[in-house]
């Protein structure tokens, strides 16, 4: 995920001055420029996916009509000063703020919005999936200037809370780049057509290795709360995670990302002018297993792997203490919709024989070398797959243990038929929600996203999943979660892993005004108060 080519000055007069050309490779990070890891990003649209990256640049080169914050996330108002809800909660009407701009100086209007939803909803991906099943285009207007209604397909208490992922475009512009009905997506993949706190270094994206921001400084909220916001922001990607540490530790790298091995943390800790910062709550740690492909599309022999992961080595031997908590559902452990009593699985290698006995006499072909799928430069996520390997091989199966980056493994998980039969990431939620999590992972509709690519599918799930978008107040939504989640369970699409403290390197001179929210894993640059 985290992919890094650093820059140097020769650089900084022309980086302060253009950030152009493409640099070469930096010393010192420099009096107000940031200079931060971000996972590889594959393209700057910022409503085609929901990972890391996507978000980082959502956040910052783009704003939405709410934002969360704080952690656990609340929704706070942002291009908009407030909504209201219609009586049935079919009609959800926001009002807009007057005078925002674009960074190319144009005015927002109502229009910007209704094009962006309609353009989410058009590409089915990404975020667009969130809003399908719940808004259709012609549901979306502009009723004045400042003023959008939305006219839900049916009620959905969760509405409001996942209209944040939605990053507001200048559809202006948006629409001059349009090539064959494509939205703008050829063109936006690598340009900026946002109003976020920071702008696109024109020309400085480099898919996979860089991209480079610069202070907006006609932001609407202005910059009067912190004037020690960087100016700019450099951010880069690393293949190994040593390289990330040693470029933070020699002064080249004021924040790292938030995957630190514990090597890295212990080594970052220990030394002076130099911190680490914990925060939970954004993502859970699963195996993914095609279900499509023999033997994995056999329950019982997806049951045997559950049963014969080794749960405890993982947390208290591979992870530093106190960066894990274990989970048993696809679900952060202190959200909503947790199954009472507590459900999952345990290591037992009894029950891993059992359930793999009862595979084979049903036909499955366990003797099938399968291939499990790590992100090149974390060890410990190699060393995952190789504590299911070791207790998998007294089973008669084989599991081969493979690396590939983290652009690779997304692009193979897209299609069953390219997915690895296991693979280990991590899932974010866009949005507090159980939603966020459940229905992306393992709701049919949502198939293709790397966060679906179990390729489970089960209609009494998919029903219970739309049913709680439905139902209107948490108190009724929570059993309906609950019923998915048992059955989701017992059928073991994935292994469920751990909740992950998110681990953060800091130098000093950058550790202050670091916001955390789950939604967006701390990347919101605003608020980051720069010693020099």
């Not at 599991?399 to 299609?415: D, Q």
Request: charged letters at 20%; glycine letters at 6%.
């Amino acid at each position: 995920m985290n992919m890094f080519s650093l820059t140097r000055p020769a650089c900084t007069l022309a980086f302060v001055a253009a950030l152009v050309a493409p640099a070469m490779l930096c010393a010192q990070t420099q009096p107000g420029t940031l200079t931060m890891t971000l996972s590889q990003v594959k393209a700057l649209d910022p409503q085609t996916q929901t990972d890391t990256a996507t978000i980082f640049n959502q956040i910052n080169i783009y704003d939405s009509l709410y934002r969360y914050r704080g952690a656990p996330a609340t929704l706070a108002p942002w291009l908009a000063t407030g909504h209201t809800v219609s009586k049935d909660g079919t009609e959800v009407e926001f009002t807009l703020r007057d005078g925002v701009k674009f960074h190319d100086g144009r005015v927002m209007t109502a229009q910007d919005v209704v094009y962006s939803f309609q353009r989410a909803l058009a590409l089915k991906r990404g975020v667009g999936a969130l809003f399908s099943a719940v808004l259709a285009p012609e549901g979306i207007t502009a009723p004045s200037p400042l003023t959008v209604k939305f006219k839900l397909k049916m009620p959905y208490a969760g509405f409001v809370s996942i209209v944040p992922t939605v990053a507001i475009l200048n559809a202006q512009l948006v629409k001059e780049k349009e090539v064959g009905g494509d939205w703008g997506a050829a063109w936006i993949a690598a340009n900026d057509a946002g109003s976020g706190a920071y702008k696109l270094v024109a020309g400085s994206f480099i898919p996979g290795e860089r991209v480079d921001l610069v202070k907006f400084d006609e932001h609407f909220y202005g910059w009067k709360d912190n004037p020690q916001a960087p100016r700019f922001v450099q951010t880069r990607g690393f293949t190994e995670q040593t390289t990330e540490v040693m470029s933070l530790l020699s002064g080249r790298l004021d924040v790292t990302g938030p995957f630190l091995s514990p090597e890295s943390i212990a080594r970052i800790s220990s030394t002076p002018n130099f911190s680490v910062k914990f925060n939970g709550g954004a993502r859970i740690g699963v195996i993914y297993l095609n279900n499509t492909k023999p033997p994995l599309n056999n329950v019982n022999f997806r049951r045997c792997l559950s049963y014969a992961f080794n749960y405890d080595s993982l947390i208290n031997s591979v992870l530093s203490k106190g960066s894990a908590i274990r989970i048993k559902t696809p679900l952060p452990v202190n959200m909503w919709g947790q199954p009472k009593p507590e459900i999952g699985y345990e290591f037992n290698m009894a029950e891993a024989k059992k359930h793999c006995d009862l595979a084979k006499q049903e036909g499955a072909p366990i003797d099938r070398e399968l291939s499990f799928g790590a992100i090149t430069g974390f060890e410990y996520m190699s060393i995952i797959g190789q504590l299911l390997q070791a207790e998998a091989r007294k089973l008669g199966v084989t599991i081969k243990v493979a690396t590939n980056t983290w652009p690779n493994l997304v692009t193979a998980a897209s299609k069953p038929e390219t997915s690895p039969d296991l693979w280990f990431s991590f899932v974010n939620s866009p949005f507090p929600d159980p939603d966020g999590f459940v229905a992306q992972m393992y709701e049919s509709a949502n198939h293709g996203s790397f966060k679906a690519s179990s390729y489970y599918k089960n209609e009494k799930v998919d029903a219970l999943l739309k049913k709680a978008r439905e139902v209107q107040d948490q108190k009724s939504r929570e059993p309906l979660y609950q019923e998915a989640l048992k059955m989701i369970v017992a059928d073991a699409p994935s292994i469920f892993l751990y909740e992950p403290a998110d681990a953060r390197g800091f130098s000093k001179r950058a550790s202050e005004g670091f916001r955390f929210t789950p939604a967006d894993q701390g990347t919101d640059l605003r608020w980051i108060k720069l010693a020099n």
